[in-house]
């Protein structure tokens, strides 16, 4: 137990990585609730200090922005992942359930 990060750093660590991969195709698993499910690709557009845009396609090639915080990953409700290997980008949730 000493050694836990404290979720701030976590947050912070969440939003450099995201800066660094600002521009880049994405993909993203959020949990909506009642056992709803929405997967969806896009670019991540913007960072923001307290949430990221992804910027997903819909259907007949429109676009749409949705939004989420930083907390989201740490506890799950939204996974990352790399668009071209499918690999997960933050694996905070399983390093919590150790």
């Not at 450099?16 to 670019?43: C, F, P, W, Y």
């Not at 923001?48 to 007949?60: A, D, G, I, K, Y």
């Amino acid at each position: 137990m000493e050694n836990e990060i404290p979720s701030v750093n976590r947050v912070d660590e969440i939003k450099d990585r995201l800066r660094d991969l600002e521009g880049q195709r994405i993909k993203v698993r959020a949990n909506m609730g009642r056992s709803r499910i929405v997967e969806r690709a896009g670019t991540l557009v913007h960072v923001h200090p307290s949430l990221f845009v992804v910027e997903v396609e819909e259907r007949r090639g429109r676009t749409a922005r949705q939004s989420y915080q930083y907390v989201d990953i740490l506890t799950g409700t939204v996974e990352l992942f790399d668009i071209d290997s499918g690999e997960r980008l933050f694996d905070y949730v399983a390093e919590e359930q150790q």
